[in-house]
């Protein structure tokens, strides 16, 4: 089983930058893609970004350009660099892992964009 913890939210204001971290550990042979994901209130939860173990990535269009995501598969760590953040950026974003059928997801981690 995967255990994912999800560190670096906050409230920044508009135009602020956030970096959100993301350790696996437990079983984390054969990890796969991992990502992140968000949840605004009375919305779905959204795909952000996600990466592959080879370093593909895939990006949700609200955040092209804005957001970036990395890994560094030595720590088991997935990192998302938030630049210009929005109002609409608010929500708890998730993190995920795949490895092979199998999805994990962190507690989730609240991202405030106010001023």
């Known amino acids: 089983q995967v255990q994912l913890v999800e560190s670096g939210g906050g409230l920044v204001q508009p135009g602020g930058s956030l970096r959100l971290s993301c350790a696996a550990s437990?079983?984390?042979?054969?990890?796969?893609?991992m990502g992140w994901y968000r949840q605004a209130p009375g919305k779905e939860r959204e795909m952000v970004a996600v990466?592959?173990?080879?370093?593909?990535?895939d990006y949700g269009d609200s955040v092209k350009g804005r957001f970036t995501i990395s890994r560094d598969n030595v720590k088991n760590t997935v990192y998302l660099q938030m630049n210009s953040l929005k109002a609409e950026d608010t929500a708890v974003y998730y993190c995920?892992?795949?490895?092979?059928?199998?999805?994990?997801w962190g507690q989730g981690t609240q991202v405030t964009v106010s001023s």
């Open positions: 995920n892992a795949l490895r092979y059928d199998q999805s994990s």
């Open positions: 990466i592959t173990g080879g370093g593909s990535t």
């Open positions: 437990g079983t984390i042979f054969g990890i796969a893609t």
